[in-house]
């Protein structure tokens, strides 16, 4: 079986887990743009993607649309149950899903997916339970380096690098 989604959580993964206020009390967020890239390419192989992430925020709904990603949750207490209900909708099993997370609101859902990464500076708890622990950090092209193990691992390196030709 291959892997057909990608879930991400946010806070942690996508961004280096620093939560800034402005003075005015508007949140800032920094995503790297290598994770993107990587992102955009494995929704241009057909691929889906969803976030997934306990946190509400604007700054992360207008990434998640930058990006092409079409499942996006915030506010979510219990990941595995939303994404078991995203997987009845698009027909899949956890046998199809590698998801990424860094911490303990992440363990069901990492342990449910069939393959789970996290950031190297996980909790420790999670990096037990992963399948891999990535050598990069969060917000630092974790998602990336996932990504790309990925394709690797389902042999679509020349599709993937035909995106860029």
Known sequence: M???LIV???DGTLTDGKITYTQNGDEVKSFSV???LAIASWVKLGKHVAIITGRTSHIVERRAKELGIAHFYQGIHNKKEVLEGLLE???LSMENVASIGDDLNDYSMLVASKLSYV????SIFVQKIASEVLMA???EAAV???IEKLII?????DEYLALWE
Do not use: F, H, T, Y
């Not at 950031?119 to 996980?122: G, I, V, W």
């Open 2 to 4: 291959s892997i057909e």
């Open 8 to 10: 991400l959580d946010v």
């Open 34 to 36: 290598k994770d993107g």
């Open 89 to 91: 909708k698009l027909n």
């Open 119 to 122: 950031p190297s500076d996980a």
């Open 137 to 139: 950090k969060g917000g």
């Open 144 to 146: 990336r380096e996932m």
């Open 153 to 157: 691992l389902e042999n679509l390196k």
